[in-house]
């Protein structure tokens, strides 16, 4: 019910920068925080950068200071611009929204991930 279409991805070379952005489509009554998780190859999923509705922010200590997050409420979409990249950037970045769906009585939560895109960071 709830679709996140993710692009951005791609091949570059180290200290390069990269923008990521994903869009959120569907049955939507609120969203409450949107967010870029990423999954390199033999580690696991972890937390790149989240915003929430109100505007808070939180990164992930790797990424701290390289990485900005941005949102845009009206067109449910969220930015993540990628500065100074290093080849351990490399991996899947996911998209990551949670709200609330549209009902008739009930708005229940959701939580919904994206494919997926891959960035490379290389020479």
């Known amino acids: 019910q709830v679709e996140l279409v993710e692009s951005g991805g791609g091949l570059v070379r180290p200290g390069g920068s990269l923008k990521l952005s994903c869009a959120a489509s569907?049955?939507?009554?609120?969203?409450?925080?949107m967010g870029w998780y990423r999954r390199a190859p033999g580690k696991q999923r972890e937390l790149v950068a989240i915003?929430?509705?109100?505007?808070?922010?939180n990164y992930g200590a790797s990424v701290q200071g390289r990485f900005t997050i941005s949102g845009d409420d009206q067109q449910r979409t969220v930015y993540l611009q990628m500065n100074s990249l290093k080849p351990e950037d490399t991996a899947v970045y996911y998209c990551?929204?949670?709200?609330?769906?549209?009902?008739?009585?009930?708005?229940?939560?959701?939580?919904?991930w994206g494919q997926g895109t891959q960035v490379t960071v290389s020479s």
């Open positions: 990551n929204t949670q709200g609330s769906l549209q009902g008739t009585t009930y708005n229940a939560p959701f939580a919904s």
């Open positions: 915003i929430t509705s109100g505007g808070g922010t």
């Open positions: 569907g049955n939507i009554f609120k969203i409450d925080a």
